[in-house]
């Protein structure tokens, strides 16, 4: 891992603020950004542990585990809000059992909010594992789901 981290660095050094270009980088990587990469950022990149550190913490696109096998996206920008966003969250949540940045205990799925999807006119809109859906509802998340083979219910519910 340290190697791949050194080679990461290494493609982006020279880059203007290579900081946000790296994290990046190890995130496709790895799926997140070990706590052990930090200090070889830090190092590699001439900035203190508490730099790095800093931007992996306020920025919430960074994971600081691995996500689930299936990332499921809600917008949670202003377009998305005014459609209804809130409503598709709780029944996100509540179907999956999980809160945002959480995985599920299985391992299988992680909900994540991001802070607008481009799809602005389709609101409110989500991505599961890398496809964008749009006019989302509590009925289309439930069919989005099956549709993936994503389990639809929590145990018990």
């Known amino acids: 891992m340290i ?17 946000i270009l790296v994290l990046h980088a190890i995130q ?6 070990p706590e052990e990469a930090k200090a070889v950022v830090a190092d590699g990149l001439n900035l203190s ?11 919430h696109f960074f994971r600081h585990s ?3 096998r299936h ?3 809600l917008c949670r920008a ?3 809000q005014s459609m209804h966003a809130d409503k598709l969250a709780t029944h996100a949540q509540h179907r999956l059992g999980i809160g945002f940045h959480e995985t599920t205990a299985d ?19 989500m991505m599961v594992d890398g496809q964008l859906y749009g006019r989302m509802s509590n009925e289309r998340f439930d069919e989005v789901l ?12």
Request: proline share 11%; hydrophobic share 30%.
């Open 3 to 19: 190697s791949q981290i050194h080679s990461i660095i290494e493609r982006f050094r020279s880059e203007p603020g290579p900081l």
């Open 28 to 33: 496709a990587e790895f799926g997140y950004i």
């Open 49 to 59: 542990r508490a730099e790095v550190h800093g931007v992996v913490s306020f920025y």
């Open 66 to 68: 691995p996500p689930g």
């Open 71 to 73: 990332v499921v996206q």
């Open 78 to 80: 202003e377009a998305c």
């Open 107 to 125: 391992g299988e799925f992680s909900l994540e909010p991001v802070y607008c999807l481009g799809n602005c006119a389709c609101s409110p809109a």
């Open 146 to 157: 099956a549709e993936q083979q994503l389990p639809h219910q929590r145990p018990g519910s």
